[in-house]
């Protein structure tokens, strides 16, 4: 899935001294198949701090620069808050930096934005609460770093040494095991005759996707997304208007339909429809088809209001045995999502892979639905906040 050799790696300067082969992943793929690249080039410093300065913003910590950090080993982390690829490596992370920040190791999360909802910094700071992330975070909303990098997806991990060289990169989820060792093996450099407890065991050799009986749907943008939209009616996308929609006689895998009024976004589509209770007949609704173990959903209250949004799967509303860590159950027995905040959502968890269709119920006007990813049976082992 090589898409491109990428001659900037860090800086116009490094040009393809590194010789790295390095990819654009879609947001949703993992690469664990591709190897840790190894090579050796002067990691940049970060801009000066800033919002109006540089576009960045420290969190965790007052702002850092490599001299500061100098003999430390750095792990730059490139991530997204709404990015489930990049959630599912904070558990790692948060091991490493727990056994080896006491002998030198730093991590350093850069957020870089997809959705317009991850530009505001405070929405990055609930998620760095949140997912308990315990290190320094600078949220890079202008690309200024990502761009310094010459970085292409998340999530992205480069390894600097104690003398301020980036020396391995991976992209995606994965090749944990080797990316230990790597971090080991700096540490040591940096500190000749350095021991770590036999405790300390290495993640067994495991490619991300190993186990997984299938592979599953790709990420689903909802908003037309420069021409990436998924939405199945016919002339779907009317941007900054409202437009009632009739739902397609037929939705593909992938895919998904609208009914009722909704207004399009680039980033996705706005319920625009009067107060609505789930069961009343011809109420609006979106439907997807996907097929996978577990659904996620990004979604944020557009009009700021916080509204529940109804579920069902195949026609039936979810029970304790499939939904998600975000579905409630009401005294009626139907499922529901309080939309109260502008993150990703876990909608769905299924005993076993399946094809399933879904609708999506709005009760109030304001809710945009942004995107869908889906986990399968070997990437369900990870925390669900």
Known sequence: ?????????????????????????????????????????????????????????????PPLTLEKLRGKVVMIDFWEYTCINCIRTFPQNKKWYKRYHKYGFEIIGVHDPEFQIAYDVNNVRAAVQRFGLPYPIVVDDKYAIWSEYGNQAWPSR?????????????????????????????????????????????????????????????????????????????????????????????????????????????????????????????????????HARELYAVMNVWRGVPEELYI?????????????????IDAQGRSYINVDSSRMYYLVSNPKFGKHTVDLIPTVSGIMIDSFTFGNSCQTKFPHV
């Open 1 to 61: 899935m090589r898409e491109q050799l990428r001659c900037k790696l860090l800086t116009a300067a490094i040009a393809c001294a590194a010789l790295l082969a390095c990819f654009s992943p879609a947001r949703g793929q993992s690469f664990a198949e591709d190897p840790l690249a190894s090579f050796k080039v002067k990691a940049p410093d970060f801009p000066k701090p800033g919002f109006a300065v540089s576009g960045t913003t420290w969190l965790n910590s």
């Open 158 to 290: 480069f390894l600097i040494d104690a003398n301020g060289y980036a020396r391995y990169h991976i992209d995606g989820e994965g090749d944990d095991r080797n990316f230990e060792k790597a971090i080991r093996k700096l540490l040591v450099e940096a500190h000749p005759g350095l021991k770590f407890p036999a405790s300390y065991t290495l993640p067994a050799r495991e490619n991300a996707m190993r186990g997984c009986d299938r592979i599953p749907t790709p990420e689903m943008y909802v908003g037309p997304w420069e021409g990436r939209g998924i939405v199945a009616n016919h002339n779907p996308y009317h941007p900054g208007q409202k437009f009632n929609y009739e739902m397609p006689k037929r939705v593909n895998d992938g895919r998904a339909g609208l009914s009722g009024p909704w207004e399009t976004d680039k980033n996705g589509m706005i319920f625009a429809g009067k107060p609505q209770e789930p069961e009343q007949r011809g109420a609006a609704r979106l439907r997807m088809q996907y």
């Open 312 to 328: 069902l799967q195949d026609g039936k509303y979810l029970t304790s045995a499939n939904k998600g860590a975000d579905v409630k």
